[in-house]
């Protein structure tokens, strides 16, 4: 028996081994790429060691980016803060209206109700691409194009769902005979939802404003077709750095990591709740 | 504060839960709602307290309609089955809870909670979360919970049920004094006959959505309504035997194993018919041969239940009979023995509908529904 729980040990070990390196070497080597020049990434063949340098960090983040033949402008530093603003407030909204939406479908059983949530999740079956185009035609002509507010507002079709669907698990959980038991202690219906609803869904709460934080993060192809330039989060702004004089892959690399930064942090902070969330949506929704 | 339910139905899509129910509880009383699960009890509860609607009929608190009132306007303390604490506070602010509704302010709260938790002795456990609570602790948070608002009107849905034997024995004591102090009108849910015989004023007993039959414990132990409710109460259960009424010049009577056993002369307007002859154990008394009409019987097994002690017998036929007497008392041996079965206590039911069969003189009385 021994024996076969140290193979055992050994051989789940070589696995997960595996496994994270499978997953974990393109972050690392973008992590290295970061600090080289565009020279020693390219060199062939290629090595682990060479000189860091913090170059591509210093022209990101002062927006001029050095060419061999000319210095060009880039705005990455307003694009991260565009990513940040579109994400936290496209979340702040989907939770604000998805929430007590999520609550009304999980407690409140009136006609029609399936069919509407269904509806609000086959928003996600449809391809981006086939929304876009009357969209952007829309948008165009009632002056949204081109606005935070025409964005924030497409973005719900990412993070209205998704908040929706898990929260809703979350509320479903609840027995409701503690809610009743609030309500026949002679609380209201709002304080019931505020008192004992929703302290008691935080943790699906927190767990879908995360994922879809995460999913409005990383949104491309929306911001793409209705942001210009100074509105463009750091996914649409990334192209800038295919240029005419060729392909910056250090800058590239810094790029990566400054705006996975934010998402990696959270999920790595908050990955407790993000599993459980997502599980109990599973089963649940 | 009066309780008045006139013919409540409720239905869930196609299944019937609730079909004409009609109940009065007067003011300080308790009812006990006693059935098999699945009866309708706690939907019974649940339309009381507001939480869900009836299809149809009427619920009137101290004379006043409240069909469409919120439940936190109906002034009603429930306690549930499973507890239903609130998971994220304390016991003292699960206590606390109808106290703050009614905006106490933060001395008034203080106090009331404090002086539950001591009757109830949870004082010591206030700060615990009801995960930390031990189960009849939680029990007990709960039934405080349900006290703390002073409501007029208590519902209590088998509060007992999930809390161990040496708990519920020692509540079964403490709880009718706790309720009549808080002089509100109570209506007790319970599944256990000897809680119902304890509690309640009154006891009505429900199941597959109607009342079977309302009655003070006594009325409802002596002469259930039919076989199902005799069977429900007591313990051992009551014995059926299948049973012809006969008559003859000296009155009426049924033969069990060839031997006479004399009924009340009030039944027969039901001679002839095939009945069920039920006989509570303790009327199933050992005798010695010699005692007239002594049935024979052969003892199979002899079991020690608490304060008695019952013998499982048959009959000449293999029909099973089971006797109880007080423990301590000399029994039969294993073998053949003879019983005296005592005709004044027994129930005779239709064997085709299972409905009681009223001896004459108490057709009418109207303590069966």
């Known amino acids: ?285 | 504060m009066s309780l008045e339910l006139t013919n409540l139905s409720k239905s869930f899509k196609h299944d019937t839960v609730l079909d004409g129910v009609s109940l009065q509880v007067p003011e300080g009383k308790t009812l006990v709602l006693f059935g098999p699960s699945g009866a309708g009890k706690t939907v019974l509860l649940r339309l009381i307290a507001g939480v869900i609607e009836p299809d149809n009929g009427q619920i009137k608190i101290s004379g006043i309609d409240v069909d469409g009132a919120e439940p936190e306007d109906r002034n009603i303390g429930m306690a549930f089955q499973n507890f239903a604490l609130f998971p994220h506070m304390d016991a003292h602010a699960n206590i606390a809870a109808p106290l703050t509704a009614q905006r106490k302010d933060q001395s008034a709260i203080q106090s009331g909670v404090q002086a539950l938790a001591k009757l109830l002795k949870i004082d010591h456990v206030l700060g615990h979360k009801p995960k930390e609570l031990s189960n009849g602790q939680k029990q007990r948070t709960a039934l405080a919970r349900a006290l703390a608002g002073k409501p007029k009107i208590l519902l209590l849905d088998d509060p007992l049920r999930n809390v161990d034997a040496k708990l519920r024995f020692e509540m079964r004591l403490e709880l009718p004094r706790l309720l009549s102090d808080q002089n509100a009108t109570v209506i007790y849910v319970t599944q256990d006959y000897k809680e119902a015989m304890a509690f309640g004023d009154e006891i009505a007993v429900i199941n597959d959505g109607i009342v079977q039959q309302i009655g003070t414990p006594e009325d409802i132990y002596l002469t259930p309504a039919n076989v199902e409710i005799a069977r429900l109460f007591g313990d051992p259960v009551i014995n059926f035997l299948d049973v012809t009424l006969q008559k003859d010049a000296t009155g009426v009577f049924v033969l069990i194993s060839d031997k006479r056993i004399d009924l009340d002369a009030n039944y027969s307007h039901a001679i002839g018919n095939e009945c069920t002859l039920g006989i509570r154990p303790e009327s199933v008394l050992f005798v010695n041969q010699d005692h007239e009409n002594a049935v024979p019987v052969t003892v199979e097994a002899e079991t020690p239940l608490n304060e008695k002690t019952v013998n499982l017998c048959l009959t000449a036929r293999g029909r099973e009979i089971m006797a109880s007497r007080p423990a301590g008392t000399d029994g039969p041996e294993n073998g053949p023995a003879f019983v005296n079965i005592e005709a004044a206590n027994a129930v005779i039911f239709d064997k085709q509908t299972g409905v009681r069969i009223e001896s004459e003189q108490s057709t009418g009385e109207g303590n069966v529904t």
């Open chain 1, 1 to 285: 028996m021994q024996t076969t729980s140290t193979l055992e040990s050994v051989l789940r070990g070589i696995a997960i081994t595996a496994i994270i390196l499978f997953f974990m070497f393109p972050i690392l080597w973008i992590f290295l790429m970061s600090f080289q020049t565009n020279e020693t990434i390219l060199r062939v063949p290629p090595s682990l060691f060479f000189e860091p340098t913090l170059t591509n960090y210093r022209s990101l983040i002062s927006g001029k980016l050095e060419g061999s033949t000319a210095t060009l402008e880039i705005r990455f530093m307003s694009n991260l803060y565009n990513s940040l603003f579109l994400s936290v407030t496209s979340v702040t909204v989907g939770l604000i209206l998805g929430v007590p939406a999520a609550y009304a479908f999980a407690r409140l059983k009136f006609r029609g109700s399936e069919d509407i949530a269904f509806t609000l999740l086959s928003f996600r079956f449809a391809p981006p691409l086939l929304v876009l185009l009357p969209l952007t035609i829309y948008f165009q002509q009632i002056g949204l194009a081109d606005t935070y507010g025409g964005l924030i507002w497409v973005y719900q079709l990412i993070v209205l769902p998704l908040i929706l669907w898990i929260v809703r698990g979350y509320f479903e959980d609840i027995p409701a005979d503690i809610e009743y038991a609030y309500r026949i202690a002679g609380h209201g219906f709002w304080a019931t939802f505020r008192k004992i609803a929703l302290p008691l869904a935080g943790p699906g709460i927190a767990a879908a404003g995360l994922l879809a934080f995460i999913f409005a993060w990383n949104n491309f192809i929306f911001a793409l077709v209705l942001a210009s330039a100074d509105k463009q989060p750091v996914t649409v702004g990334a192209l800038a750095f295919i240029t005419a004089s060729g392909i910056n892959y250090g800058q590239i690399a810094a790029g990566i990591m400054l705006s996975i930064a934010p998402t990696f942090a959270l999920a790595l902070y908050a990955q407790r709740y993000l599993v459980e969330g997502l599980s109990l949506g599973a089963v649940k929704g």
